[in-house]
């Protein structure tokens, strides 16, 4: 199985201040048609996941443009260019390239 | 607007049944591939199952491979997950979730608690 390992697993952030979540997997997500799985989520407390990007860098419709993804083949990035007080919650990264589909263990984003 | 509703969760005994659904409406459900996903309390995501918009091709995590059934009736447009021989450890919350390699609309969620 494809493992995906973030970090860090809790992430204190100023309000204001720019978070970066790492997404590592153990093997290249680039699949047979040349795209590359890999989604992030967030969810917030109490709440369902919502995606927010897909195929590693396009964000979902309504998603506020301080929140973007990059990487490529094994490493990937979300970065979230300044916090808000709604950005709290847990974030996974999830690759849908390799059976079976798994996640990350999961930051959590909170305000310090 | 796409909305995906799961409902049939409830506190079943262990090696009991129990049928989970999912009604999706606001897209072209026979052209969806769809997945359930699940959370043990505190715990995070892990996905389970999906089925492709044909109904003929499906997927299952070895956790619940031989226990659990995927299957769809693009007439009602409905996803349906018939749990087997559940057990303890199958105690989380489901999401019934549209998509497979780019899951997007994730439903509310239902709870599943496995204990006697």
């Known amino acids: 199985d494809v493992v995906m390992t973030q970090s860090p697993v809790s992430l204190p952030v100023t309000l204001g201040q720019p978070a970066s979540i790492s997404c590592t997997s153990s093997?290249?997500?680039?699949?047979?048609?040349?795209?590359?799985?890999l989604n992030w989520f967030q969810q917030r407390p109490g709440q369902s996941p919502r995606r927010l990007i897909y195929?590693?860098?396009n964000r979902d419709s309504g998603v506020p443009d301080r929140f973007s993804g990059s990487g490529s083949g094994t490493d990937f990035t979300l970065k979230i260019s300044r916090v808000e007080a709604e950005d709290v919650g847990v974030y996974y990264c999830?690759?849908?390239?390799?059976?079976?589909?798994?996640f990350g263990g999961g930051t959590k984003v909170e305000i310090k | 607007e796409v909305q995906v509703v799961d409902s049939g969760g409830d506190l079943v005994q262990p090696g009991g049944s129990l049928r989970l659904s999912c009604a999706a409406s606001?897209?072209?459900?026979?052209?969806?591939?769809m997945t359930w996903v699940r959370q043990a309390p505190g715990k995070g995501l892990e996905w389970l199952s999906s089925?492709?918009?044909?109904?003929?091709?499906?997927f299952y995590a070895d956790s619940v491979k031989g226990r659990f059934i995927i299957s769809r009736d693009n007439s009602k447009n409905t996803l349906d997950l018939q749990m087997n021989n559940l057990r303890a450890e199958d105690t989380a919350i489901y999401y019934c979730?549209?998509?497979?390699?780019?899951?997007?609309?994730w439903g509310q969620g239902t709870v599943v608690t496995v204990s006697s």
């Open positions: 979730v549209r998509g497979l390699r780019t899951p997007d609309k």
């Open positions: 606001g897209l072209t459900f026979s052209a969806s591939d």
């Open positions: 089925i492709r918009a044909n109904g003929f091709d499906t």
């Open positions: 093997q290249s997500l680039v699949y047979s048609d040349g795209n590359t799985y």
């Open positions: 195929m590693v860098s």
């Open positions: 999830m690759q849908g390239t390799h059976w079976p589909l798994t």
